[in-house]
């Protein structure tokens, strides 16, 4: 069974302050893909980063950048100068070949608010 | 390009009546479809799932089911609403191991 774990449920920052969002997994395949959402307040879920389990080079794409770490199994998010309208639900995922499905599992999700 | 919709955007169902939600996907076949449900300050729950017409998996016993008539339609729906059932109803499909999602119904059994 595999597992996405995003302690964090809300975390509220000042805008231009930088913030990381955790998300630990847990999975007994080893070939996998990660991935971050954004939901915003209009409730549709918009596709980030995906990462498969062979690359553990970090990403960097504009203010974001991702942190992947197999030894800890960790795939964390940070939003460097945040914004306002960066406030939303952040979803971490994790899809493992077991089956050969390939059927994401969502953690619960962190709400980020940033104050103007 | 590839585009999926949703509709509708928010429907308010008294309990025990019928339910049905629609999805189709645009510009690709056969996809690999999905319905999500989120309730309330919570996570996505897998609720189904399709890899082509009239095959349907099942990832969690409720009181839904679903259907796919067409390559590109996906359909959800209910006998008899309970309201348990309310929450945020997710379509999704899958294009090169990533899930691309509809607008979402925002479903309220009163």
């Known amino acids: 069974a595999q597992k996405v774990t995003q302690a964090q449920t809300e975390i509220s920052v000042v805008e231009k302050e930088d913030v990381t969002l955790d998300c630990v997994y847990e999975?007994?395949?080893?070939?996998?893909?990660l991935f971050w959402y954004k939901q915003p307040p209009s409730g549709e879920l918009v596709f980030l980063i995906r990462r498969n389990s062979f690359d553990e080079q970090n990403e960097i794409s504009g203010r974001y950048s991702w942190n992947f770490q197999k030894s800890t199994s960790s795939f964390n998010f940070t939003i460097t100068a945040s914004q306002v309208v960066d406030s939303a639900v952040y979803f971490c995922a994790l899809s493992g070949s077991s089956g050969g499905s390939y059927i994401p599992t969502f953690g619960r999700g962190t709400s980020l608010i940033v104050h103007p | 390009s590839q585009t999926i919709h949703q509709w509708p955007a928010t429907l308010v169902q008294p309990v025990g009546s019928p339910l049905s939600l629609e999805c189709t996907v645009e510009g690709t076949s056969n996809p690999n479809l999905y319905w999500y449900r989120q309730a309330a300050g919570r996570g996505l729950q897998l609720l189904f799932y399709s890899v082509g017409i009239g095959q349907i998996s099942s990832e969690v016993p409720q009181n839904l089911s679903a259907s796919r008539p067409q390559d590109r339609q996906f359909i959800l729906s209910s006998k008899k609403l309970l309201l348990s059932d309310s929450g945020f109803y997710l379509c999704a499909w899958r294009w090169d191991g990533k899930l691309f999602f509809g607008s979402g119904t925002q479903l309220s059994v009163l």
């Open positions: 999975t007994r395949d080893t070939t996998y893909y």
